[in-house]
């Protein structure tokens, strides 16, 4: 590479060449080669394979990822899913923002699950965008609630079903435990061990794992009218209508009487705080592709588990933001 005296400013400049990465040692190229094998490997395997440095393997890494960013354009979402990230033990949190349309991840940031930290969001994005957004999915925190309200009152708030079901699932998990403490003897072994059983959906099962389900209930009057709660309970998302939805809920709740199931109660009086949130599920407009939000986060955790935890904010941030896109 030529070096040049510029007479105008009286300095000497290097010449800069379209082809070359960031390091002028590499091409685009290669860096786009290191980028994609990163995608599947880790930053130690490739620097080991192509016996690089693992630093400058990072750092051509990084800048593929941002020539993704710059490719993919600014996102104007109409659908927003929110979610919260734990980057480390202790309560230490990151807020991501997907676009649920176009199934990517747009937003990582904050300090913490804070509304502050989700006003960050809004911010970033602009007054002229966040009017462009109809619909939040987000799961029952309210500061999330409360920043949405305030930067885009327009978006409906739809509480995400698979948070709502997981709620379920702990009350039906409560129901196991207290059930194990009062039996003894061989009523305690058919409940001993069955947690993954009773909590997974049946479809799921194995046909042993069917058959231990089976002997379960039929063995344990109780845990068998909480798990086919659990299971009717699923039929509310099924509606169209906010009036047969309602009528259903109200039934669902009327049959928890007498039947001394109290996390089952606390899940209903949850439930009935949250219904505007919930409800809005029923509207054809709203029934959006949810399970994205929770493959995605499955995809998060992969990624932390492969770098045996990312202490480079910044790479963090690189990696969410294009685990979905396309490679180039």
């Known amino acids: ?60 890494e990084k800048q593929y990822m941002k020539e993704q960013l710059r490719r993919s354009g600014t996102p104007a979402p109409e659908v927003i899913g929110v979610d919260e990230v734990s ?38 994005l602009g007054t002229k965008k966040t009017k462009i957004i109809r619909l939040a999915v987000m799961d029952m925190w309210k500061a999330f609630r409360n920043s949405a309200n305030t930067h885009a009152p327009q978006a409906a708030i739809l509480f995400d079903k698979f948070h709502v079901m997981s709620h379920l699932g702990k009350a039906l998990d409560e129901v196991r435990k207290s059930e194990y403490k009062r039996l003894t003897g061989r009523n305690r072994t058919y409940i001993k061990g069955q947690k993954y059983t009773l909590l997974s959906n049946k479809e799921n099962l194995t ?88 493959g995605f986060n499955n995809k998060i955790r992969v990624l932390q588990r492969r770098a045996y935890g990312l202490r480079d904010g910044e790479y963090l941030r690189l990696k969410i933001l294009t685990c979905m896109l396309p490679e180039i």
């Open 1 to 60: 590479m030529r070096r040049v005296f510029c007479q105008n400013c009286n300095l000497v400049k290097q010449e800069k060449l379209s082809f070359l990465a960031d390091n002028p040692f590499y091409t685009k190229r290669f860096a786009w080669y290191v980028g994609r094998r990163c995608r599947a490997s880790t930053i130690k395997d490739i620097a080991k394979e192509l016996q690089l440095d693992w630093h400058r393997v990072k750092e051509m």
């Open 87 to 124: 980057i480390r033990k202790g309560h230490s949190y990151r807020i991501v923002v997907s676009d649920l349309l176009r199934r990517r991840p747009i937003w990582f940031g904050g300090e913490d699950r804070s509304e502050e930290s989700m006003d960050l969001f809004y911010q970033e």
């Open 207 to 294: 046909l042993d794992g069917k058959r231990s389900l089976k002997k379960l209930l039929k063995a344990n009057q109780r845990l068998n009218k909480a798990y086919l709660l659990k299971e009717s309970f699923d039929q509310l998302w099924t509606y169209d209508s906010e009036i047969w939805a309602r009528k259903f809920f109200d039934n669902w709740k009327d049959s928890l009487k007498w039947q001394r199931l109290p996390s089952f109660e606390k899940f209903a009086r949850m439930i009935e705080k949250h219904w505007d949130g919930i409800v809005s599920y029923c509207k054809p407009e709203n029934k959006v592709p949810l399970g994205f939000v929770e």
